[in-house]
């Protein structure tokens, strides 16, 4: 019951209505009402309203619990961060907004160097870490937390996740399908026989959805110990009576893309063995000039069949694209899925070669997009494969690299030339950018082009942490450039608001990175 809800509406109804009864108030009040006369609703209305106003406002008194079982906090000597880096500390946190990416910097330096948070800088950093929905800093602050940080986040349960001891443990039995996976993806990287031991022993009794996204894990940077696993495992899917449910499909297509990115598996072996009748050299003048040509059956074979691709691989059974027959949809569909390095072992050439034999059948179709050749671009982009890439780039110009796969196997001169040769606009986004996984130092020359370059856009640059990530990987040495810009009167809205909101503010963070970096010293 609700005392002055109820009082409320007697009020509007008037007492004249409906009369304040003792029953409808709470005991104490009914104790100090006891003189009055319910009979003489009016009085007896506003002493009833009068003290349970006043009762409201008085709120209730604390329940009277033991005192907490504290621990005393360890007493420490590790070496705690100086003042002149613990300064810019506090104004990342004073400032997240601005200088967020900063405070990821700055902690990843003082785990570097073997410092730990200052003791007056624990519950505001501990605080901001665990509202962050950054995985990153997370991890970071625990390893700069130090006895007291770690004594302290023990004793508060929003901040127990942050240690490194809770961070690692799970209890796999009992956790949702969606923590294991987190668990599973988060260790994959740290402990990789740890995750491959419980994804096995564990295995059986999972569902076809969850082991789906388990391989999808166990496809970054698989191990050869775990191949016999996987070959098991497609093997006995294969096998079972329900294969051809949508969800064994998968997995099978899955199975298959794994085992065929890895050069040292016997199914890679198998799948090599039948590409190898559509891969033919000819010799020319005496021998001295050798031709390697792809050879599609536009019929299919005894390989190339929908028993074969729908049964092993999982393909569709028939070309889902006009104009491709099936034969080189299934042929295009383990281009993608092999590992390019199956093509240098088929031809016995380098890339110079090989990609001029895909074009040759492009050439032939007289279409302007060849499927096979297609996908062997995907191939090469998500594995990442460094000769092929090269050679792309070089043969047939940056549009078959804007895929943010491929750019990790470009060296940073690589990239930077690349990127200022034609693939500039991906340079100006910041989600782009993190997708290449690169976070490099800009040289002097690419600095000035990508300033250049964001000057001259009619963009409004109202994210602060694109303005943030410039501010850490550009070259110093452009701060005179910058000001350059700072001065220039401006002719428009978009000239004013580049100012505004990206000139202005990189200024103060390259000011506020060169008192990090003096610290650092």
Not at 360 to 366: M, R, V
């Amino acid at each position: 019951m609700n005392t002055w809800d109820d009082l409320t509406k007697v009020a509007l109804l008037g007492v004249g209505k409906q009369a304040i009864l003792p029953e409808m108030l709470p005991e104490p009040l009914q104790q100090r009402l006891s003189g009055a006369s319910p009979a003489d609703r009016e009085d007896y209305g506003y002493r009833a309203a009068a003290l349970a106003w006043a009762w409201q406002m008085a709120g209730s008194m604390p329940p009277v619990l033991p005192p907490p079982n504290l621990t005393p906090a360890p007493e420490t000597e590790e070496s705690i961060c100086p003042s002149s880096l613990w300064s810019l500390l506090a104004n990342c946190l004073e400032e997240p907004q601005r200088l967020g990416l900063f405070l990821d910097r700055i902690l990843e330096i003082m785990a570097e160097k073997g410092h730990v948070l200052p003791h007056f800088l624990l519950a505001s950093t501990l605080k901001h870490c665990a509202e962050t929905r950054s995985n990153k800093l997370k991890y970071q602050v625990g390893k700069v937390l130090g006895a007291r940080g770690r004594w302290i986040a023990g004793l508060n349960p929003q901040w127990r996740s942050l240690l490194p001891t809770e961070a690692e443990k799970i209890d796999f039995d009992t956790a949702t399908a969606l923590e294991r996976r987190e668990w599973l993806a988060s260790q994959r990287a740290l402990e990789p026989e740890l995750v491959f031991r419980v994804m096995q022993q564990a295995w059986p009794t999972e569902n076809a959805r969850e082991r789906k996204e388990w391989l999808k894990i166990l496809a970054v940077n698989t191990r050869m110990e775990e191949l016999p696993f996987l070959e098991e495992t497609l093997e006995a899917i294969l096998q079972s009576k329900d294969k051809d449910r949508p969800a064994n499909l998968e997995l099978r297509h899955i199975l298959c893309t794994l085992l065929l990115r890895r050069p040292d598996a016997a199914f890679f072996s198998q799948v090599k063995a039948q590409l190898a009748n559509y891969v033919s050299t000819q010799s020319a003048m005496l021998g001295l000039v050798k031709k390697t040509s792809l050879k599609i059956p536009a019929q299919g074979d005894d390989f190339l069949c929908k028993e074969v691709m729908t049964e092993t691989f999982a393909l569709d059974p028939v070309s889902p694209y006009k104009g491709w027959t099936d034969s080189e949809f299934w042929f295009g569909q383990l281009a993608g899925m092999m590992h390019p390095f199956v093509w240098e072992l088929l031809f016995d050439a380098g890339w110079d070669k090989i990609i001029p034999a895909f074009d040759a059948l492009h050439d032939e179709k007289k279409a302007p997009v060849y499927y096979p050749l297609q996908q062997l671009q995907l191939a090469i982009g998500e594995t990442c494969y460094r000769p092929a890439v090269i050679t792309i780039a070089q043969q047939k110009g940056l549009e078959v690299l804007m895929t943010p796969e491929m750019f990790p196997a470009l060296s940073t001169p690589e990239l930077e030339q690349f990127l200022m040769n034609g693939a500039q606009k991906f340079a100006t986004d910041l989600n782009t950018l993190q997708a290449y996984g690169r976070e490099w130092d800009f040289s002097l020359v690419f600095s000035k082009y990508i300033l250049k370059y964001l000057s001259q856009q009619k963009v409004i640059y109202s994210d602060s942490r694109f303005v943030q990530k410039i501010a850490l990987m550009i070259h110093p040495g452009i701060i005179t450039d910058i000001r350059e810009l700072e001065s220039v009167v401006p002719e428009d809205y978009y000239t004013q608001s580049f100012q505004y909101q990206f000139v202005k503010p990189l200024i103060h963070l390259l000011q506020f990175r060169a008192q990090m970096e003096k610290a650092l010293k």
